[in-house]
């Protein structure tokens, strides 16, 4: 529970910097490569949402939204910009069953220690309608650890694998490395997934 907590206490500490920092990021590469895979009108649930900057572009795009995050100030920030309210809620809390067509959980997983994120992934699959799909996306490595006051979980498309065999129920439709769409960070990788629900 410790590095979940100092993890959105820094949310919470820094939610007007990150939020300043994220919310007019370019993203819609990542995002359409998600949407053309839903039908228009689809039931997506922005999973750790931050900003807000996915949700309102889902939004804007005709898709229904749900958006939750675990940080109180970033609910808060994220509802005003995207006009809807988010949820203030943990990972661990989802208990939705057979509800959404496709879970957006864009950077915010990997805050997550591996063996709460096996669980959150079976939540997650619970969660979502037959067929239905997940994206999400990590640093990629292997750091497991706190950095810079925050706790990450890196991943590798090996560990991902591995981790994706205890979770089942899923598997990887899509996987792709990237860098950092900020400027400052672009020697940043990240391993991206899609992932479909059997």
Known sequence: MEQKNNTIAY??????????STVAVEFTAMQERFLRKLKKGSYILDFGCGSGRDTKYFLEQGYR????????????????????????MLFEELSAEDRYDGIWACSSILHLPIDKLAKVMQKMTAALKENGIIY??????????????????????????????????LEVEEQWVS???????SEEKWLNLILRKR
């Open 179 to 185: 860098s950092d769409v900020r400027a400052e960070r």
């Open 11 to 20: 949310y919470d500490s820094y939610a007007d910097e990150f939020y300043r």
């Open 65 to 88: 939204v749900e958006a939750i995050d675990g940080s109180a100030e970033l609910c808060r920030r994220a509802s005003q910009y995207t006009g809807i309210q988010v949820k203030h």
């Open 136 to 169: 999400t996306s990590f640093k990629y490595g292997t750091f497991s650890g706190e950095r810079n006051g925050r706790f990450f979980t890196d991943m590798t498309e090996t560990a991902f694998a591995d981790l994706l065999g205890g979770v089942g129920g």
